[in-house]
């Protein structure tokens, strides 16, 4: 059994989107729990909508490569397009922050929101430096 931390976020119809995402999520794997949920001003871009973000504790089967594989699965089939511009409006995006304890995506050190949500679902993170 893997544990999984999966930073959430959306501003397009965020209310559905999140809560779509966590029904998909919990029907194939286990929810531990659910961070609350704050409003950001989007990274990057100006003119678009306010994201609503937070963060979900999965315990899943799947191996780590399978899990990554499945969110981006997840992200499109909530109409998630990619697009070229890095950071852009999103139906949803479902961030692997942490795996098995262990701290894998940067942005938990250098965005707040996310560490914030991250730390509410395990909160003996708080004690990790940048590596």
């Known amino acids: ?25 919990t029907k194939d794997h286990k929810l531990l729990g659910s961070s609350s949920f704050i409003k950001t001003r989007p990274i990057g871009f100006k003119d678009e909508n306010d994201f609503l973000n937070g963060a979900f504790l999965i315990s899943t089967d799947l191996k780590f490569e399978e899990f990554i594989e499945y969110l981006k699965k997840v992200e499109k089939k909530l109409g998630r397009i990619k697009s070229y511009k890095k950071f852009s409006s999103r139906t949803i995006d479902l961030d692997l922050v942490v795996w098995n304890e262990k701290i894998i995506d ?23 430096q940048k590596p």
């Open 106 to 128: 940067k942005d938990f050190f250098t965005r707040k929101f996310l560490r914030n949500s991250i730390i509410e679902l395990l909160p003996n993170l708080n004690n990790r």
């Open 1 to 25: 059994m893997n544990i999984a931390a999966i930073g959430v976020g959306s501003n397009i119809n965020p209310d559905y989107n999140i809560k779509k995402a966590k029904q998909i999520l």
